[in-house]
C-alpha cells in the first residue's frame, strides 16, 4: 500500500532535525521504496512510502517526533483507484 506523510518541523527544532538528518540519513527500514520531498524555503515536506506494515510507519514517525509533526495519508494510484470509480459509477 502506498502512504504519503506529510512532516513540519515544530518550532524551534529545526537545526537540531536538520543536524540528525545530516548524521543518520533518516533510513526508512521495513519498507519496500520511499521517496522524500523538501519544499524549498520552508519547513516541510512529504515522504511517498509503499509498505504492507504500517507498523513501520508509526515506528519511523515517532522516531522523529520530538522533532517533527506528522500527518499520514494511504493513498491509491490511478490503476488502484480506475476500477474502483467503474465498479460505482460504470
Known amino acids: ?16 532535525s536538520a543536524e540528525k538528518f545530516l548524521a543518520t540519513g533518516a533510513p526508512y527500514p521495513e519498507v519496500k521504496s520511499f521517496s522524500r520531498y523538501h519544499a524549498p524555503g520552508s519547513l516541510e515536506g512529504w515522504i511517498v512510502v509503499e509498505t504492507d506494515n504500517p ?14 509533526d506528522w500527518e499520514t495519508t494511504p493513498v491509491f494510484t490511478d490503476e488502484e483507484a480506475g476500477p474502483i470509480c467503474a465498479k460505482i459509477y460504470g
Open 1 to 16: 500500500m502506498l502512504y504519503i506523510q506529510h512532516w513540519k518541523i515544530k518550532s524551534g527544532y529545526h537545526q537540531k
Open 55 to 68: 507498523k513501520a510507519l508509526y515506528e519511523h514517525a515517532a522516531e522523529w517526533a520530538e522533532f517533527l
